[in-house]
């Protein structure tokens, strides 16, 4: 078609037409949707212009994507504070839908759409305990950068409801543990900037899931043939040997 094919997470065509952005959509496009138009006042993450049958139209973010992870501590900081700030916008979310439904009776629970955000209608089942709603690939490759500075998140097709170490840990993998100089320290920059506790347990869990994923997800054919599950294994090899 038609467009600027744009470079990203990997797994989707995407062109950019204009100031939009067209790509495939998933049945899970519209609780996606959902969300970004609660997002759209953040000014951070793209907002729907429309939905057919195959594809989206996105507002197009201007920036330069982070396919090399940014050292900086700078950078670093700034890109907690960012996942902070969109899971603090979304933990009032899915609080708002849980609480509702909890009250409202089986007949009136498609009400819970209008006061909250759903839990169901992700690519993902909802994760225990659902505290905010996940990106589900926060990493530099799906960030767009200005002089160094995150100024926007795309690619929410893994968004979903869970807990928050789910994303933090993901971002440490992406963040810090793909560059090879500095882990220890810059891992509890991140996890301080974002206010958390580092558990290595929950980086493990994060990596296996992606190895898993890598091996046996049918979008991953490529990521599969260039054995892209040897890297996450060297990395989950260091995170336990490092282990306090």
Known sequence: MDG??????????????????RRPAGP?????????????????????????????????????????PPSGDTTLIESARLLRRLHDETSRLVGASRDETSRLAESERDETSRLGIGLDGWQ???????????????????????????????DWDGAHPGPRWWDVSWA?????????????????????????EYVAEHVL????????TIRKHPAFVLQRAERHDDHYLKLSEYVQANRA
């Open 4 to 21: 600027e094919l744009l470079t990203g997470g990997g797994l989707n065509q995407v062109f950019r037409v204009g100031d939009a952005v």
């Open 28 to 68: 899970w496009a519209p609780r996606v949707h959902e969300l970004l138009r609660r997002l759209a006042p953040l000014g951070i993450a793209p907002v729907p212009l429309g939905l057919d049958a195959g594809h989206e139209l996105l507002s197009y973010l201007p920036g330069d994507v982070g396919h090399v």
């Open 124 to 154: 993902f089942a909802a994760r225990e305990p659902v505290e905010v709603v996940l990106h589900g690939d926060f990493a530099p490759y799906n960030i767009v950068f200005a002089n160094g500075h995150p100024t926007g998140v795309f």
């Open 172 to 196: 440490i993998i992406q963040f810090v543990l793909a560059l090879p100089d500095d882990r220890e320290r810059r891992t509890r920059l991140f996890c301080e900037t974002y206010g958390i």
């Open 205 to 212: 869990i994060r990596l296996d899931d992606m190895i898993q």
